[in-house]
């Protein structure tokens, strides 16, 4: 799943109902609009199952991008070496727990 919300944070009960109603493993979303200080945020995440790795904008509003997935998972977080300092990305690689290895690169242009 593919999902820009314009903002995780006023949305986020509804989103997380979705993904368990639907039983959906992994969700990618760009526009978060999380910060550094959306704790409250990312514990609903958690408290539904799921864990988060996002990267949120910093110094502005809006933007950022985030990866959601069942927690019974494992991420492994890279970095693009020759990523353009305009983009906002999220890069990982998730293992599910048969073993199946998905790479994922989400990406945003402010």
């Known amino acids: 799943l593919l999902f820009n919300p ?5 949305k986020i ?3 997380m109902c979705n993904l368990t109603d639907k039983a959906i493993d992994i969700a990618a ?3 978060t ?3 550094s200080l959306n704790c409250p945020t990312t514990a609903i995440i958690k408290s539904y199952g799921y864990k988060i790795l996002h990267n ?9 991008t985030a990866l959601v997935f069942r927690a019974e998972y494992t991420l492994s ?8 300092a305009t983009m906002e990305y999220t890069a990982a690689s998730v293992k599910t727990v048969t073993g199946t290895k ?7 242009r402010p």
Do not use: P, Y
């Not at 949120?56 to 950022?64: A, L, N, P």
């Not at 998905?102 to 945003?108: G, P, T």
């Open 13 to 15: 009960h509804e989103i």
């Open 6 to 10: 314009w903002s995780l944070v006023n």
């Open 56 to 64: 949120f904008r910093d110094g502005r509003k809006g933007g950022g």
């Open 102 to 108: 998905v790479m994922f690169v989400l990406s945003e």
């Open 77 to 84: 977080c890279f970095r693009i070496a020759q990523a353009l």
């Open 29 to 31: 979303f760009c526009e």
């Open 33 to 35: 609009w999380l910060t």
